[in-house]
């Protein structure tokens, strides 16, 4: 199911933009409220941005997402890919989506994007199944105008191991961990599926694992023995592993296209834990949200030494005796431990290093508001560079999206994203001409 709101000006006026949620996200327009007035402050309602929402697999593996997503715009059946769906033991095809939300996508008519947390991650996806040809010689990479992502675990998160993956054998899970209840609840609303609400649908058409297609006994072998799919390495837990994000990395995945506008908005809870330490902890002033404080008190002091393999970034090239692990205290900054609640700084950057011709980093001043908000790159953005906007005041995973609270900051973003859309249109429209 695709929610668009509204349903005007797409057709000669402003490019629409697509919003893809994060992992567990199933709410669709309902709980992001009335953030489409900022989005098009000071024009007619007319002549407002289509908003499109899409209903991807929340808990799904980056690339099921991904073709989830193509196909929940143009139309057609969902083809995750031959070599694909059997290295993963599931169906080729999914779910027929008669009507597309925008059936004339393609590279003359391409979208802006908007992810929050794994939704990020799912939008590179896209563009990388894009430019390798899944869906076709007609798909391209350039039909992705822009990506704009919110707190995006790019390269993984340590809060998945917090949460139970094994640390020295991913994707295994640790026995009766959150992750591990997370995975056989799954399992259980996969079952009854068909008769659940819309915001229950896990897009697990390809699984055969609804009460239509498996026995009740096949139910409780998988919930008592290990989960084929939540233990598996076509899950969304697997994918934010640092070995996962190494692995797609290692092929090139996240590579900018040169004619893509990229941007990231990096959030923080957490705060040194003492002036000689790198580790974080939450600060006071989110002690009302006891989960994802206890989350990012784990997530901000964990050790990266005990990961098997070690991740890339711990890997030092030496050319006499090759890659070595180095001691994370002594060489990582503290960005690898402040974090969200979830996903810690470094990460929520952009794929890949760091490099001068790449990315750059932009402060954003808490005290700012909506009418100061003129950010030399937000007027005059460039393609082929990721735009990291690294926020000052303490904000965590849920601040700026999908609670819709009509605070200041989420206010200033919506207005924020709304003057880059409309440069980049402007860029373009003076590219083209």
């Known amino acids: ?256 296209e040169p004619k893509t506008y990229y941007q990231s908005y990096s959030v923080c809870m957490t705060q040194r834990y003492s002036e000689n330490s790198r580790t974080h902890t939450p600060s006071m002033r989110h002690i009302t949200s006891p989960i994802l404080c206890s989350l990012a008190r784990m997530t901000g002091a964990f050790d990266f030494s005990t990961l098997q393999p070690p991740p890339s970034f711990l890997r030092q090239q030496n050319t006499e005796s090759g890659a070595r692990v180095i001691d994370s205290e002594s060489i990582l900054g503290e960005e690898y431990w402040a974090n969200d609640g979830v996903v810690p700084s470094f990460s929520q950057w952009h794929p890949l290093p760091c490099c001068r011709t790449r990315c750059q980093h932009f402060t954003r001043a808490s005290q700012a508001t909506v009418a100061k908000s003129n950010d030399v790159h937000h007027l005059s953005p460039q393609p082929g560079i990721w735009y990291v906007n690294q926020e000052e005041d303490a904000h965590h995973h849920m601040s700026i999206v999908p609670w819709w609270t009509g605070s200041d900051r989420q206010q200033r973003f919506w207005v924020e994203l709304g003057r880059w859309l409309d440069a980049i249109e402007e860029n373009r429209q003076d590219c083209e001409g």
Request: a neutral charge; proline letters at 5%.
């Open 1 to 256: 199911m695709v929610h668009s709101i509204p349903p005007q000006g797409d057709v000669d006026g402003s490019i629409p933009l697509v919003i893809v949620q994060g992992f567990l996200g199933t709410s669709g327009a309902w709980i992001w409220g009335n953030f489409e007035s900022y989005l098009n402050r000071g024009l007619d309602k007319r002549n407002w941005r289509r908003t499109i929402f899409v209903s991807i697999g929340p808990v799904s593996s980056l690339h099921d997402r991904a073709c989830e997503l193509y196909y929940a715009l143009v139309g057609g059946t969902v083809d995750y890919g031959k070599e694909h769906s059997a290295m993963h033991r599931h169906a080729r095809y999914g779910r027929k989506i008669l009507q597309g939300d925008y059936p004339e996508w393609s590279p003359a008519r391409p979208l802006h994007f908007l992810g929050h947390s794994m939704g990020g991650q799912t939008i590179i996806k896209l563009q990388w199944l894009l430019k390798q040809g899944h869906f076709g010689p007609r798909a391209h990479p350039r039909m992705v105008l822009s990506v704009s992502a919110i707190s995006a675990p790019f390269r993984g998160t340590q809060s998945v191991y917090v949460l139970g993956m094994c640390v020295d054998a991913a994707p295994a899970v640790r026995p009766f961990s959150v992750g591990f209840t997370i995975g056989k609840s799954m399992h259980l609303l996969s079952f009854l599926s068909p008769l659940l609400p819309q915001a229950f649908d896990l897009h697990g058409d390809s699984r055969s694992l609804t009460y239509r297609d498996i026995s009740f006994s096949s139910l409780l072998k998988q919930l008592w023995n290990k989960s084929d799919w939540a233990e598996g390495r076509d899950n969304a837990a697997f994918d934010v592993t640092f070995l996962a994000v190494d692995e797609r990395e290692s092929q090139g995945e996240g590579d900018l």
